[in-house]
């Protein structure tokens, strides 16, 4: 519940700080006093946009501060944890407007954004003024008050998420469809691509191997001559550097016989010439492959030609070219099994969507049976107020038949009922719809008598009653302050009235007053004691001349009225 509400700055306020209570709060004042700008601060905590016209004239910010009690609240605390924000007993939310632009939104200390505010609000505060009179006459949200007023919301939300896990697959099946529409012409495109690449064949590294390779047929006549140049001084020639070396090798091995210490060693040299044997081998051996071959040569710049080719059309490196020959292969292999799973996604469709039609049915019969208890329940409230002959009706219709491609099309994510409230005020009248049918003063009633019936039925802790007095007096307001009191037994109820009839079923009164302070007008809120209540009830019975036969009517009114809060 809304413990407690502080304004600064805003509009007309100055500084305004009010606590209320459990049960019924009245509010009361002089029109123009400011009850409406209480209703326009309330709103912004619920996530109103705001504008820099709504701050003090001369202030550069304004603020709205509210306490709720929200302990017990399962909705709020799921929506909280959704938004990162710790759950408490309490809950404080700021809102400060500033003209500079800069507004800042506060949950418990932690900043929050706008579409937060929005979703805690749904969840702490139900204004019923003009806003909820339009939402009364929205068709499209009459199936949500059904099923709010019959506890079927649990029973929709598992139906939606069958009904999503359908609409995915028929989507699915869709997009398949238009892939095998293209199919023709995607194979045969797929198809060319990969033989192109196949055609041609390349390996990993290949295009590096043949350039090097290149390289060396280019270049043959002279690494051949440089070749055999070397192995004709290392082995060959007359006086070869082998030869001379093992010349060298004996004459150390003679100076080693007569003096040994000597300090070269004759194996040191042995292992220079077998080494230069092995280079000579080498040698020989690279001569022997090494050739000027103009057909080879040809045959690699065709390739790398090729190849290159390839790289420039499936991507810069030829590691590139083979990845995108694995993707056309996967590719090729999903169109073949596009066929085969498209005949799978529908027979599970038809599958999932008759078991849909037969949870569709069962929560649309549970709703006919919630309809004929909310139309008996509306009737004998709206009759209580003073509209006796009036029916109030719950009006089905299926939507559309689906076609073949659509099976889907037969129900949305709320089932497979379209749903009306029709009302017929007056006897002998036709039911019609409610938005062509209800004056301002039968609308205020039937939004008091749903209210009623809804009372017990959801988590808001706090129901705002403004202008439901509209268009209604006498005998009438007496009982809608009976059916407000009623609502105040299981919710908190503030209610603004300007009819002494529903102000004396208060819990607690609060007066709104306008007074100028220099040049300048403010509006401040007060709770009333006993003897300021009577004194404001008479204001409301006589006007201006409040005679002392006026105030002890109005005593007499809170007497007869005053009942302890359950």
């Given at each position: 519940m809304l413990e407690e509400l502080r304004i600064r700055n805003f509009a007309i306020i100055d500084a305004l700080e009010v606590h209320f209570t459990r049960g019924l709060n009245i509010i009361t004042g002089e029109t123009g006093a400011g009850k409406s700008i209480?209703?326009?601060?309330?709103?912004?905590?619920?996530?109103?946009?705001?504008?820099?016209?709504?701050?003090?004239?001369?202030?550069?910010?304004?603020?709205?501060?509210?306490?709720?009690?929200?302990?017990?609240?399962?909705?709020?605390?799921?929506?909280?944890?959704?938004?990162?924000?710790?759950?408490?007993?309490?809950?404080?939310?700021?809102?400060?407007?500033?003209?500079?632009?800069?507004?800042?939104?506060?949950?418990?200390?932690?900043?929050?954004?706008?579409?937060?505010?929005?979703?805690?609000?749904?969840?702490?505060?139900?204004?019923?003024?003009?806003?909820?009179?339009?939402?009364?006459l929205d068709a499209d949200r009459h199936i949500d008050i059904l099923d709010e007023f019959g506890?079927?919301?649990?029973?929709?939300?598992?139906?939606?998420?069958?009904?999503?896990?359908?609409?995915?697959?028929?989507t699915k099946l869709q997009t398949l469809k238009g892939v095998a529409d293209d199919k023709a012409?995607?194979?045969?495109?797929?198809?060319?691509?990969?033989?192109?690449?196949?055609?041609?064949?390349?390996?990993?590294?290949?295009?590096?191997?043949?350039?090097?390779?290149?390289?060396?047929?280019?270049?043959?006549?002279?690494?051949?001559?440089?070749?055999?140049?070397?192995?004709?001084?290392?082995?060959?020639?007359?006086?070869?550097?082998?030869?001379?070396?093992?010349?060298?090798?004996?004459?150390?091995q003679e100076i080693r016989q007569i003096d040994t210490g000597m300090a070269l060693a004759p194996d040191d040299l042995e292992a220079v010439r077998?080494?230069?044997?092995?280079?000579?081998?080498?040698?020989?051996?690279?001569?022997?492959?090494?050739?000027?071959?103009?057909?080879?040569?040809?045959?690699?710049?065709?390739?790398?030609?090729?190849?290159?080719?390839?790289?420039?059309?499936?991507?810069?490196?030829?590691?590139?070219?083979?990845?995108?020959?694995?993707?056309?292969?996967?590719?090729?292999?999903?169109?073949?099994?596009?066929d085969e799973e498209m005949t799978r996604l529908a027979a599970e469709i038809a599958q999932r969507t008759e078991r849909l039609r037969d949870e569709a049915l069962v929560l649309s019969a549970n709703r006919r049976e919630k309809a004929r208890e909310l139309k008996e329940a509306v009737e004998r409230e709206i009759r209580e107020l003073k509209m006796e002959h009036a029916r109030f009706e719950v009006v089905f219709r299926e939507k559309s038949a689906a076609r073949p491609d659509q099976p889907l099309d037969a129900f949305n994510a709320k089932g497979m009922d379209e749903i009306e409230f029709y009302l017929s005020p007056n006897a002998g009248e036709d039911l019609k719809p409610l938005n062509r049918i209800a004056s301002g003063g039968e609308l205020s009633r039937i939004v008091l008598g749903l209210k009623k019936v809804l009372a017990g039925v959801g988590s808001v802790g706090t129901i705002v009653f403004d202008e439901v007095d509209s268009g209604i007096g006498g005998a009438v307001a007496e009982i809608v302050g009976e059916k407000l009191r009623d609502v105040a037994r299981s919710h908190q109820v503030i209610c603004i009235t300007?009819?002494?009839?529903?102000?004396?079923?208060?819990?607690?009164?609060?007066?709104?007053?306008?007074?100028?302070?220099?040049?300048?007008?403010?509006?401040?809120?007060?709770r009333l004691a006993d003897e300021e209540r009577a004194d404001e009830i008479a204001r409301m019975l006589g006007g201006i001349d409040i005679t002392e036969k006026t105030r002890a009517h109005a005593r007499e009114m809170l007497e007869e009225k005053a009942s302890p809060h359950d």
């Open positions: 209480m209703i326009n601060a309330v709103n912004l905590i619920l996530g109103d946009r705001a504008s820099a016209d709504l701050i003090r004239s001369s202030e550069d910010s304004a603020t709205v501060e509210a306490l709720f009690t929200v302990s017990g609240n399962p909705e709020l605390a799921k929506r909280l944890a959704a938004a990162g924000i710790d759950d408490a007993e309490d809950l404080i939310i700021r809102r400060t407007l500033s003209k500079s632009g800069k507004n800042r939104i506060h949950v418990n200390g932690q900043t929050a954004t706008l579409a937060v505010l929005a979703s805690l609000g749904e969840a702490l505060i139900n204004i019923c003024g003009q806003h909820e009179h339009q939402v009364l506890g079927l919301m649990r029973a929709r939300s598992e139906f939606r998420e069958q009904y999503d896990v359908c609409l995915a697959l028929q012409r995607s194979e045969d495109y797929l198809r060319f691509q990969l033989r192109e690449i196949d055609e041609i064949a390349p390996t990993a590294g290949e295009d590096a191997a043949l350039a090097d390779e290149k390289k060396v047929l280019r270049n043959a006549v002279g690494l051949r001559e440089r070749a055999e140049r070397c192995y004709e001084r290392l082995y060959e020639r007359e006086g070869s550097i082998i030869a001379e070396l093992g010349q060298v090798l004996r004459d150390v077998v080494t230069l044997d092995e280079t000579a081998l080498v040698l020989r051996d690279y001569l022997g492959r090494i050739h000027a071959d103009p057909l080879r040569l040809d045959e690699i710049e065709e390739r790398l030609e090729r190849l290159g080719k390839l790289k420039r059309k499936y991507g810069g490196v030829l590691e590139e070219v083979l990845a995108r020959r694995e993707v056309l292969a996967r590719e090729l292999d999903g169109l073949a099994s596009v300007h009819l002494p009839q529903i102000a004396c079923f208060g819990d607690s009164h609060y007066v709104v007053s306008k007074r100028i302070e220099g040049e300048r007008t403010t509006t401040g809120i007060a």
